[in-house]
């Protein structure tokens, strides 16, 4: 059944069909691809029978198919092309790697000649790609069939057909690009150990007889790709790679020198007296070194072995013994005539000595290192700015820098310690070069070296800590400088330098403050003890003026952090007791400055307060706040500082409740800070508010008043003083989100008090809200939001939320007659599935339900459109009435509002116009 079923399909896939007698060269394109599209599924599904069938079988079948698909490669329409190679590519990962030589031989015979090496090229790589290749999957067939196509397409025929046809812009899209590296790196992924001759062997090949430089390029990229794909192969340990390298290395141990023949040594003599031969015209062409590029295997070498240390495969702990024989190589390359292999030796011998343990070969040529290194400083470091020998430059920089940093047995000279501190003095403000700069002189500093040029070098490192333009140069400065104040004898100059860093936190600019900033608080953290109570006074005073007359928030953020972790540091009571006389009498200053300073100490510091201070503090802190509370319509330069004198003098007293209790007499001046004009006061008046409130008992608060709080005196007058003034807050138009919410938590709580309250069916007065008017009135902002306002959800939510949460904490029996009233905005915005707060008043309507019943909440909903009905038809009635009673005055508000729709028609038929226009 099988071979019936491939038999059809074939006789299918291989039958022309009849195209247009007369066609445009368009028209043979789109036939051509419709052909291809059509023949393609039929060919994969052909493959997918051919694998069931036996071996003989498959091996007769399947050549015709694979034939087919190849020869379509050779079609001059790039979309033929791109069906065929897709087509292609399933097949091969249908059949596996097996039959991926095979596939090769097949397209090696089809695309021979002209373009279709190109397209043969392109196809490779689009293979290697998508099939999925496991380690040793690549037998030694298909690796040669792989390396002579990626061979040409490097150094071949379809390299310079390449180089002819850069220019044309109408070339193959095959052609644009070299696909030989990627597929070599592939290839070197999945490749087993006894295959690395056979890929490496072609390559040397290329390398050692090249002479063009584009083609020097191209290998150059392709050793990259191989160093890529052989860190990639999991057969290829760590062993075989040094072992691999190592016999690179001495295979071409030469690194620039010619070696003659005897036979070509000795000159031939000449007679005198005969008359030389006319030379010719074309010349005697050079002789080209066989070594010439044995530099760039080198490289390849090299760049693997840096790799493997870097990515700490490679390490002196577990591979010494490998590693050993590398020394000598190294020493070699230092002195090869490529910039670009002493650079990779030096970047070797620098990872080597970052390993844990170092090599007694590699302490043996130490000297040998830095004078190479100061060779290259002293005869480059001016002159270069890019190139492969800046990156020789940065490499002994490096290697330096570890020298110093790592191996302590070995010291510099003073005069090569001053050469270096000369090079870091150029360097430090070169932007190119500030990074190694930076490295070099910490390693100098690590070596607590005294000299007289440190000084003057540490002082300008110091000015570029504040005045970099960078944060990379600013945060190097600091922790250098920072060095260099805890590890270095300085004296009487420690003073000095805090006093000037202290100063330095007036600096114009907000990064130089920050900078400043944060190495007086890593400088702080690490001083000594008796060093910090020393010089304690001087940087409280500093930090504290830059905490009330600093502009950016962040630096007073900053600046009240390193106020905390001072005085936490400071365990002496004297100290910490003048900070607190300082505290208090800045607060009895006349100064709203001094206030205001005093007021932000004691917020930073209240965690170091003991009962009794804080007590004192407190009492005059309430004193402050009652006198600034009431606004008196004053404007002056200081309203502002007024303002911040009373918020954070509310939020300091929260913050001092937990060590000492806050007296009565501040939450009587609730009501003024809760009206007061700035919006964060009256917030902070709100969170008061909820403080209090939080401190008794809704449930019997109104029952059982307290005897002596701020309810202990005509409870009730209190309570309804509070519901009004929360119900005056949430009625303002530039209301706070966060102002709402604390508004709600504190009506949730009130109305909750009212409805627990068993006198308050029978309470009665002029202005009194009961429970039923507070419900009204909330119900009533949530309606008139909804119906001027409809793009603000500001109130309408915060009302939803308080209905949940009025919900959740009072109990159904005393809720039932208000339900009606709490369902009724939750009801609206529900019907509304278009409304901005949707999500939301399903979420409430789905608690509502959970909590009271489908029965309960029907029947509430039902009372509440019968109440909106009724409310509805006396409106009508009434208007009814009105216009008979009222004649005149209802025939102008009728023609009122007939003017208002038309005008609402006429911008309505604007915008649909508008859209309309652009839509064209």
């Given at each position: 059944?099988?071979q019936?079923?491939?038999?059809?399909?074939?006789?299918?896939?291989?039958?022309?069909?009849?195209?247009?007698?007369?066609?445009?060269?368009?028209?043979?394109i789109?036939?051509?691809?419709?052909?291809?599209?059509?023949?393609?599924?039929?060919a994969?599904?052909?493959?997918?029978?051919?694998?069931?069938?036996?071996?003989?079988?498959?091996q007769?079948?399947?050549?015709?198919?694979?034939?087919r698909?190849?020869?379509?490669?050779r079609?001059?329409?790039m979309?033929?092309?791109?069906?065929?190679?897709?087509?292609?590519?399933?097949?091969?990962?249908?059949?596996?790697?097996?039959y991926?030589?095979?596939?090769l031989?097949?397209?090696?015979?089809?695309?021979?000649?002209?373009?279709?090496?190109?397209?043969?090229s392109?196809?490779?790589?689009h293979?290697?790609?998508?099939l999925?290749?496991?380690?040793a999957?690549?037998?030694?067939?298909?690796?040669?069939?792989?390396?002579?196509?990626?061979?040409?397409?490097?150094v071949?025929?379809?390299?310079?057909?390449?180089?002819?046809?850069?220019d044309n812009?109408n070339?193959?899209?095959?052609?644009?690009k070299?696909?030989s590296?990627?597929?070599?790196?592939?290839?070197?992924?999945?490749?087993?150990?006894?295959?690395?001759?056979l890929?490496?062997?072609?390559?040397?090949?290329m390398?050692?007889?090249?002479?063009?430089?584009?083609?020097?390029?191209?290998?150059?990229?392709?050793?990259?790709?191989?160093?890529s794909g052989?860190?990639?192969?999991?057969?290829?340990t760590?062993?075989?790679?040094?072992?691999?390298?190592?016999?690179?290395?001495?295979?071409?141990?030469?690194?620039?020198?010619?070696?003659?023949?005897?036979?070509?040594?000795?000159q031939?003599?000449?007679?005198i007296?005969?008359?030389p031969?006319?030379?010719?015209?074309?010349?005697?062409?050079?002789?080209?070194?066989?070594?010439?590029?044995s530099?760039l295997?080198?490289?390849?070498?090299?760049?693997?072995?840096?790799?493997?240390?870097?990515?700490?495969?490679?390490?002196?702990?577990?591979?010494?013994?490998?590693?050993?024989?590398?020394i000598?190589?190294?020493?070699?390359?230092?002195?090869?005539?490529?910039?670009?292999?002493?650079?990779?030796?030096?970047?070797?011998?620098?990872?080597?000595?970052?390993?844990?343990?170092?090599?007694?070969?590699?302490c043996?040529?130490?000297?040998?290192?830095?004078?190479?290194?100061?060779?290259?400083?002293?005869?480059?470091?001016?002159?270069?700015?890019?190139g492969?020998?800046?990156?020789?430059?940065f490499?002994?920089?490096?290697?330096?820098?570890?020298?110093l940093r790592?191996?302590?047995?070995?010291?510099?000279?003073?005069?090569?310690?001053?050469?270096?501190?000369?090079?870091?003095?150029?360097?430090?403000?070169?932007r190119?070069?500030?990074?190694?700069?930076?490295?070099?002189?910490?390693?100098?500093?690590?070596?607590?070296?005294?000299?007289?040029?440190?000084?003057?070098?540490?002082?300008?490192?110091?000015?570029?800590?504040?005045?970099g333009?960078?944060?990379?140069?600013?945060?190097?400065?600091?922790?250098?400088?920072l060095?260099?104040?805890?590890?270095?004898?300085?004296?009487?100059?420690?003073?000095?330098?805090i006093?000037?860093?202290?100063k330095?936190?007036?600096?114009?600019?907000?990064?130089?403050?920050?900078?400043a900033?944060?190495?007086?608080?890593?400088?702080?953290?690490?001083?000594?003890?008796?060093?910090?109570?020393?010089?304690?006074l001087?940087?409280?005073?500093?930090l504290?003026?830059?905490?009330?007359?600093?502009?950016?928030?962040?630096?007073?953020?900053?600046?009240?952090?390193?106020?905390?972790?001072?005085?936490?540091r400071?365990?002496?009571d004297?100290?910490?007791?003048k900070?607190?006389?300082l505290?208090?009498?800045?607060?009895?200053?006349?100064?709203?400055?001094?206030?205001?300073?005093?007021?932000?100490?004691?917020?930073?510091?209240?965690k170091?307060l003991?009962?009794?201070?804080?007590?004192?503090?407190?009492?005059?802190?309430?004193?402050?706040?009652n006198?600034?509370?009431v606004?008196?319509?004053?404007?002056?330069?200081a309203?502002?500082?007024?303002d911040?004198?009373?918020?954070?003098?509310?939020?300091?007293?929260?913050?001092?409740?937990?060590?000492s209790?806050?007296?009565?007499?501040?939450?009587?001046?609730?009501?003024?800070?809760?009206?007061?004009?700035?919006?964060?006061?009256?917030?902070?008046?709100?969170?008061?508010?909820?403080?209090?409130?939080?401190?008794?008992?809704n449930?019997?608060l109104?029952?059982?008043?307290?005897?002596s709080?701020?309810?202990a005196?005509?409870?009730?007058?209190r309570?309804?003083?509070?519901?009004?003034?929360?119900?005056?807050?949430?009625?303002?138009?530039?209301?706070?989100p966060?102002?709402?919410?604390?508004?709600?938590?504190n009506?949730v709580?009130?109305?909750?008090?009212?409805?627990?309250?068993?006198?308050e069916?029978t309470?009665?007065?002029?202005?009194?809200l009961?429970?039923?008017?507070?419900?009204y009135?909330?119900?009533?902002?949530?309606?008139?939001?909804?119906?001027q306002?409809?793009?603000?959800?500001?109130?309408?939510g915060?009302?939803?939320?308080?209905?949940?949460?009025l919900?959740?904490?009072?109990?159904?029996?005393?809720?039932?007659?208000?339900l009606?009233?709490?369902?009724?905005?939750?009801?609206?915005?529900?019907?509304?599935?278009?409304g901005?707060?949707?999500?939301?008043?399903?979420?409430?309507?789905?608690?509502l339900?959970?909590?009271?019943?489908?029965?309960?909440l029907?029947?509430?909903?039902?009372?509440?459109?019968?109440?909106?009905?009724?409310?509805?038809?006396?409106?009508?009635?009434?208007?009814?009435?009105?216009?008979?009673?009222?004649?005149?005055?209802h025939?102008?508000?009728k023609?009122?509002?007939?003017?208002?729709?038309?005008?609402?028609?006429?911008?309505k038929?604007?915008?649909?116009?508008?859209?309309?226009?652009?839509?064209?």
């Open positions: 059944w099988y019936r079923r491939v038999r059809g399909m074939q006789e299918f896939l291989t039958r022309k069909t009849s195209a247009p007698v007369e066609r445009t060269k368009k028209m043979s789109s036939y051509e691809e419709d052909q291809v599209a059509v023949q393609a599924p039929i994969i599904s052909i493959v997918n029978l051919i694998t069931r069938l036996p071996e003989g079988e498959k007769a079948r399947l050549p015709p198919v694979l034939l698909i190849c020869n379509t490669l079609n001059r329409a979309e033929v092309r791109d069906v065929s190679r897709q087509t292609l590519s399933t097949i091969a990962n249908s059949l596996g790697p097996v991926l030589g095979y596939i031989t097949e397209l090696r015979g089809a695309l021979s000649k002209g373009y279709q090496l190109h397209v043969l392109y196809t490779l790589h293979l290697l790609i998508h999925d290749l496991k380690p999957d690549i037998d030694n067939s298909t690796l040669q069939i792989i390396t002579e196509v990626c061979v040409d397409g490097l071949g025929r379809t390299a310079a057909d390449r180089d002819r046809g850069q812009k070339s193959l899209p095959e052609a644009r070299c696909y590296s990627q597929c070599l790196e592939r290839c070197a992924s999945v490749l087993a150990v006894s295959q690395l001759p890929l490496l062997d072609p390559v040397k090949k390398v050692l007889e090249t002479t063009r430089s584009k083609t020097i390029s191209r290998l150059e990229d392709l050793l990259k790709c191989l160093v052989l860190l990639k192969n999991p057969l290829i760590p062993t075989v790679s040094m072992v691999f390298c190592h016999q690179l290395l001495n295979e071409h141990a030469s690194t620039g020198k010619s070696h003659r023949s005897a036979a070509a040594q000795t031939k003599t000449t007679d007296y005969e008359i031969a006319a030379p010719k015209r074309d010349g005697v062409k050079p002789r080209v070194m066989k070594t010439s590029n530099h295997l080198h490289q390849f070498s090299l760049q693997l072995l840096s790799t493997l240390l870097k990515r700490g495969v490679v390490t002196t702990a577990a591979h010494s013994e490998l590693l050993d024989p590398f000598a190589d190294l020493r070699a390359c230092l002195h090869s005539s490529d910039v670009r292999t002493q650079v990779l030796s030096v970047r070797c011998f620098s990872q080597l000595f970052e390993q844990s343990v170092l090599l007694p070969s590699l043996e040529i130490v000297t040998e290192l830095t004078k190479f290194s100061f060779h290259v400083l002293r005869n480059n470091t001016r002159s270069t700015n890019s492969h020998m800046l990156e020789l430059i490499s002994s920089f490096k290697i330096l820098t570890v020298i790592e191996y302590k047995e070995y010291s510099l000279s003073e005069l090569e310690v001053k050469t270096l501190l000369q090079y870091i003095a150029d360097d430090i403000h070169n190119h070069r500030q990074a190694t700069a930076f490295s070099l002189l910490k390693s100098v500093l690590s070596r607590d070296i005294v000299l007289p040029e440190i000084p003057e070098l540490l002082e300008r490192i110091f000015e570029m800590s504040v005045v333009q960078s944060e990379f140069v600013r945060t190097q400065s600091r922790h250098v400088f060095h260099y104040l805890l590890h270095y004898p300085l004296g009487k100059k420690l003073r000095t330098y006093l000037s860093l202290s330095q936190l007036d600096y114009p600019h907000k990064d130089g403050r920050l900078s900033l944060e190495l007086l608080g890593a400088l702080l953290a690490k001083l000594p003890a008796d060093i910090l109570k020393e010089h304690f001087v940087v409280f005073l500093a504290s003026t830059m905490l009330v007359s600093d502009q950016d928030a962040q630096c007073r953020k900053g600046a009240g952090i390193t106020i905390e972790d001072l005085v936490s400071v365990g002496n004297n100290l910490r007791e900070v607190w006389n505290t208090a009498t800045w607060l009895a200053d006349k100064k709203l400055k001094h206030k205001y300073l005093a007021v932000l100490l004691m917020d930073c510091l209240y170091h003991s009962t009794k201070r804080a007590a004192a503090l407190i009492e005059q802190l309430v004193v402050v706040v006198t600034f509370s606004w008196e319509g004053e404007e002056d330069c309203t502002s500082t007024r911040q004198i009373v918020y954070m003098g509310v939020l300091t007293l929260l913050k001092l409740n937990s060590i209790t806050i007296p009565v007499s501040t939450y009587d001046r609730i009501q003024e800070i809760t009206s007061y004009p700035h919006q964060w006061v009256r917030l902070a008046g709100a969170q008061l508010l909820g403080h209090l409130l939080s401190q008794h008992d449930r019997t109104l029952s059982l008043p307290p005897e709080h701020f309810f005196d005509n409870t009730r007058h309570v309804d003083t509070l519901i009004k003034v929360c119900l005056l807050q949430l009625k303002s138009p530039n209301i706070l966060e102002h709402a919410l604390q508004i709600v938590k009506l709580w009130l109305t909750s008090a009212l409805l627990f309250s068993p006198q069916e309470v009665t007065g002029e202005g009194v009961g429970t039923r008017d507070l419900i009135r909330l119900v009533v902002i949530a309606s008139v939001e909804s119906s306002d409809p793009t603000n959800t500001l109130k309408r915060i009302i939803l939320k308080w209905v949940g949460a919900v959740n904490t009072v109990d159904e029996e005393l809720l039932s007659p208000h009606p009233a709490l369902v009724a905005p939750v009801h609206r915005e529900v019907k509304n599935t278009s901005p707060v949707y999500e939301m008043a399903t979420e409430v309507m789905t608690f339900r959970e909590r009271l019943g489908n029965e309960t029907s029947q509430a909903i039902s009372t509440a459109d019968q109440t909106r009905s009724e409310k509805k038809r006396k409106r009508k009635r009434e208007t009814a009435l009105a216009a008979i009673a009222h004649p005149e005055s025939a102008k508000r023609v009122k509002v007939n003017l208002a729709k038309r005008e609402k028609r006429k911008e038929y604007k915008m649909l116009k508008a859209k309309q226009f652009k839509s064209h």
